[in-house]
């Protein structure tokens, strides 16, 4: 006790000082306009931040939820569309809105998982589509999800038709580039153009006919070769997929029947 009170006494007038300043840095503050007006701008401009984060955490759930909202209508919208066409050409197509929940574009194998499965009437072997175009191949389902094969598979093959002429080739991935695919099957008399687009052929139950598929990029033919080696950049961005439909063909399980039956 008597060591700070040696110390206080010592250094007494410094001490004043120090509290003199404080005093006058308070006065100034609050009865200059110009420093208090700085000291509530700070003061503003952190809450301003603070709430802008906020902001942007609920804008970002919301945003979520409104793009769910998006895709159901989207399918609902399609279903009706396709409710109209079924009354022409007697298909019976309808349309389930799913979310990607895993998915991966950087092996030979890839693979994606919907939040959709057997008591949603998922199957085996249906169509997955997006606003862009053909997306896979449903392989395995479970009560609550599947696995889907998409286009950027290398065991994947979708039947494909050119826009123009109908004439038919196979896409099928080389395992490169998740932006591309090989179509095959193109004969040497087909004139082939950069920027032809390509669509599914409806000649499988997977895909109704005419959903977007991709455009050609290039295409090349050696002297020699009787088919194309041809480059197709498709619709589907796979790096940015979140969205998707599953296409339900109500006559696929009978047509499937009656293929196997073949065998």
């Avoid at 209508?73 to 799913?98: C, F, Q, V, W």
């Avoid at 479970?142 to 109908?166: E, M, Q």
Wanted: glycine share 6%; hydrophobic share 40%.
């Amino acid at each position: 006790m008597q060591t700070l009170l040696k110390i206080l006494t010592r250094y007494s007038n410094f001490l004043v000082f120090i509290a003199l300043e404080v005093a006058a840095f308070m006065l100034l503050s609050w009865n200059n306009v110009y420093p208090r007006s700085s000291m509530l701008s700070t003061a503003n401009d952190a809450i301003a931040w603070q709430h802008e984060q906020i902001s942007e955490v609920k804008a970002y759930f919301s945003l979520r939820s409104q793009n769910e909202l998006l895709a159901a209508e989207n399918a609902a919208l399609r279903n009706r569309i396709s409710a109209m066409d079924s009354a022409k050409t007697g298909d019976d197509i309808h349309y389930i809105p799913a979310k990607v929940v895993q998915m991966t574009t950087n092996r030979l194998h890839n693979y994606l998982t919907i939040n959709r499965g057997s008591k949603d009437g998922i199957q085996r072997g249906q169509g997955i589509r997006n606003e862009e175009g053909a997306v896979g191949i449903v392989r395995t389902v479970g009560r609550n999800y599947s696995v889907v094969l998409p286009l950027i598979n290398t065991h994947t093959n979708l039947s494909c038709r050119f826009a123009k002429n109908d004439y038919i080739g196979t896409l099928q991935w080389d395992g490169k580039d998740s932006r591309f695919a090989l179509l095959a099957d193109v004969a040497a008399h087909m004139v082939v153009n950069p920027g032809d687009t390509i669509i599914t052929s409806g000649l499988s139950p997977v895909f109704p006919e005419k959903i977007p598929v991709g455009i050609v990029e290039n295409s090349v033919l050696k002297e020699g070769d009787s088919y194309y080696t041809i480059r197709v950049r498709l619709h589907t961005n796979f790096k940015r997929l979140k969205y998707v439909e599953v296409v339900q063909n109500a006559a696929q399980q009978e047509l499937e029947e009656l293929e196997n039956g073949l065998d």
